[in-house]
């Protein structure tokens, strides 16, 4: 499981491509990879990998200089074909999360790292204190992307802010702009998405007792007019 509190954004340091099949290697930090094994999973762009090999650096010439290691992660073609990692090539930015361990601070929302699918940046609106992002907001996806409702985007726990039909935006703050790939985000990038589990399991229960997608929008539209009126 994951928090969506993205720890920092990593270049691809190499990548290995066989068919219907990839290898990413990345240069993690000491701080990064401490206490990183084998078989621990990590979240890349949101996407729930598993560290298949983990290679402690060479020592450098000075004394207590940082050393880090290089870790690899594999990705079938269904990953691949799914996620944006299919895109990735040797210096491309990526988001970094290690799996959330008991006791930790949730300061996102609970993930699976179990990407949906990708959505397309359509607008991104900068200015010197504020970057506002709007994306697609397909069909199959729109009951579960609602206003201030939860999103993982590229790994990122995010809320919406705003909801207009056909797409939805975010509004960043620095330390988001800061941490993660989202501070390097332009018009065209096809981004990972995970909806929100809690409302994704809300959504399709009401649908799946009111019997059709219109009459659970019909419902959600006089929640909201109630909701406003009152």
């Known amino acids: 499981m994951f928090t969506g509190i993205v720890q920092t954004r990593l270049a691809v340091a190499d990548v290995l491509t066989k068919e219907d099949f990839a290898t990413f290697i990345f240069d993690f930090s000491d701080e990064l990879a401490d206490g990183l094994v084998v078989g621990a999973s990590v979240a890349i762009n949101g996407t729930c990998l598993t560290a298949r090999e983990i290679i402690p650096a060479s020592s450098g ?25 299919g895109d990735l090539e040797a210096g491309s930015i990526v988001n970094i999360e290690r799996a959330a361990k008991f006791g930790d601070e949730i300061g996102g ?14 607008e991104v609106i900068e200015t010197a204190n504020n970057l506002v992002v709007w994306m697609e907001r ?16 590229n790994g990122c726990s995010l809320t919406i802010a705003e909801v207009a039909g ?17 501070g ?10 995970e909806v929100d589990p809690q409302t ?26 109630t909701s406003d009126n009152g």
């Open 166 to 182: 056909d797409r939805f935006a975010v509004h960043l703050i620095p330390e988001t702009r800061d941490v993660t790939t989202f």
């Open 200 to 225: 994704q399991a809300v959504v399709d229960t009401v649908q799946r007792l009111l019997g059709s997608s219109e009459a659970l929008g019909s419902l959600l539209e006089t929640i909201r007019a």
């Open 61 to 85: 010439s000075d004394a207590g200089s940082s050393t880090g290691s290089r870790v690899s992660f594999d990705a079938i073609g269904q990953t691949l074909k799914v996620t944006n990692l």
């Open 184 to 193: 390097l985000v332009a018009v065209g990038d096809m981004i990972n998405v």
């Open 138 to 153: 397909p069909d199959n996806l729109a009951p579960y992307l609602l206003d201030k409702g939860y999103v993982a985007l």
């Open 109 to 122: 929302h609970l993930l699976s790292g179990h990407v949906m699918q990708q959505i397309r940046v359509v």
